[in-house]
T-cell receptor
Framework: NAGVTQTPKFQVLKTGQSMTLQCAQD?????MYWYRQDPGMGLRLIYY???????DKGEVPNGYNVSRLNKREFSLRLESAAPSQTSVYFC????????????FGSGTRLTVV | GDSVTQMEGPVTLSEEAFLTINCTYT??????LFWYVQYPGEGLQLLLK?????DKGSNKGFEATYRKETTSFHLEKGSVQVSDSAVYFC????????????FGSGTRLSIRP
């Protein structure tokens, strides 16, 4: 089925470890986004990529880096994980156009101990 | 800045009750408005949308009307079911090259049989 695929679904890291969350979409969408979801705080934008070759900071970028590898793939990297980065991470994509919503992946549940 | 405010939960109703979840927004332009639903352990799914004033979005028995004069987009359903138990997010999107969506904090809905 077409959509947004995130890997892994679950991950446990020790403080200071690094990892990359992968996201790929097969809908030919231009724009891709990374959000984190924490209890009682809704979704907060970490980074986004309006189009292939561009990336920009969102609301909470500290401690993260991203790479828009090509039109399909947008990865999120934690260089030195901290317990405050324990969260559920969602990738989303969309076409450019105000009438369209996002298509979301199923999420990565990350725990940093 | 642009923002979305929705009623805090949790909201608990009996099956077949009438549902309203309030949502108001602040935006500098003319946003598109969305309701997303998140079932346990899953990503967000687009429930309905409206792209201009007085538009009514509808899906699966849910409705919401874009009210520019009151900057509101309240979600309603005439008769809820146990399967409607989920977290509901109101969101807006302003047209720009980045096409970012701003989410409310979410409202958890629980339906009793």
């Amino acid at each position: 089925n077409a959509g947004v695929t995130q890997t892994p679904k679950f991950q446990v890291l020790k403080t200071g470890q690094s990892m990359t969350l992968q996201c790929a979409q097969d809908m030919n969408h231009n724009s891709m986004y990374w959000y984190r979801q924490d209890p009682g705080m809704g979704l907060r934008l970490i980074y986004y990529s309006a189009s292939e070759g561009t990336t920009d900071k969102g609301e909470v970028p500290n401690g993260y880096n991203v790479s828009r590898l090509n039109k399909r793939e947008f990865s999120l990297r934690l260089e030195s994980a901290a317990p405050s980065q324990t969260s559920v991470y969602f990738c989303a994509s969309t076409v450019v156009g105000e009438g369209d919503g996002y298509t979301f992946g199923s999420g990565t549940r990350l725990t940093v101990v | 800045g642009d923002s979305v405010t929705q009623m805090e939960g949790p909201v608990t109703l009996s099956e077949e009750a009438f549902l309203t979840i309030n949502c108001t927004y602040t935006a500098t332009g003319y946003p598109s408005l969305f309701w997303y639903v998140q079932y346990p352990g899953e990503g967000l799914q687009l429930l309905l949308k409206a792209t201009k004033a007085d538009d009514k979005g509808s899906n699966k028995g849910f409705e919401a009307t874009y009210r520019k004069e009151t900057t509101s987009f309240h979600l309603e359903k005439g008769s809820v079911q146990v399967s409607d138990s989920a977290v509901y997010f109101c969101a807006l999107r302003l047209y720009s090259s980045a096409s970012k969506i701003i989410f409310g904090s979410g409202t958890r809905l629980s339906i009793r049989p």
